[in-house]
């Protein structure tokens, strides 16, 4: 199971099968369920028309695929991605271009679908992975509340409807 400190751990709870991977495991395997249509050696010519079987073939086993993935990777696995881009779009990326690639309307966006994302999903996640989700967003929320130049009043920033005031 994933953990804030990039680890993976076993919890028994969970099943022997080792059913939860890294996420940048569960990421390979949603890239690739993408990828993998578009970049198969039997793909005809466009000019040709879609194959319409190889097609049906590349999404039932893209159905396959996601349905070993359990909801709770999911679910981080999306509130990463989250973080990870509202955190560039506020200007935080370890980046010498960090501040060309700020972009604050943007970033309270992002900020604002995984206040709603960690808020809905918290209850049916539980707390082992909920709290690392509210950290990082409250960690966002701040950091977005320094870098705006016109401060956002109390609990109007973003994601605050569903967080609550962020100090």
């Keep these: 199971m994933w953990n804030p400190d990039g680890g993976v751990r076993d919890d028994a ?3 022997a099968q080792g059913a939860h991977r890294a996420p ?3 990421c390979d395997k949603l890239t690739s369920m993408q990828s993998d249509q578009n970049n198969r050696p039997d793909a005809t010519p ?3 028309g879609p194959d319409v079987e190889g097609i049906k073939q590349a999404v039932d086993q893209q159905a396959r695929d996601i349905a070993e993935v359990p909801a709770v990777e999911l679910i981080n696995t ?3 991605h989250l973080m990870s881009a509202a955190a560039v779009k506020t200007g935080l990326a370890d980046d010498p271009e960090a501040e060309a690639l700020k972009d604050l309307d943007e970033a309270r ?3 604002t679908a995984l206040a709603g994302l960690v808020t809905a999903a ?3 996640v539980g707390s082992t992975h909920a709290a690392p989700l509210r950290d990082g ?4 929320q701040l950091a977005f509340r320094e870098e705006s130049l016109v401060p956002d009043a109390p609990g109007k920033g973003p994601g605050e409807k569903w ?4 100090n």
């Design 24 to 26: 940048t495991e569960t």
């Design 122 to 124: 918290a209850p049916e």
């Design 13 to 15: 709870r969970f099943g």
């Design 109 to 111: 966006k992002l900020i």
């Design 46 to 48: 466009s000019s040709e």
């Design 137 to 140: 967003l409250r960690s966002l």
């Design 78 to 80: 999306v509130a990463v």
């Design 163 to 166: 967080t609550g005031p962020v």
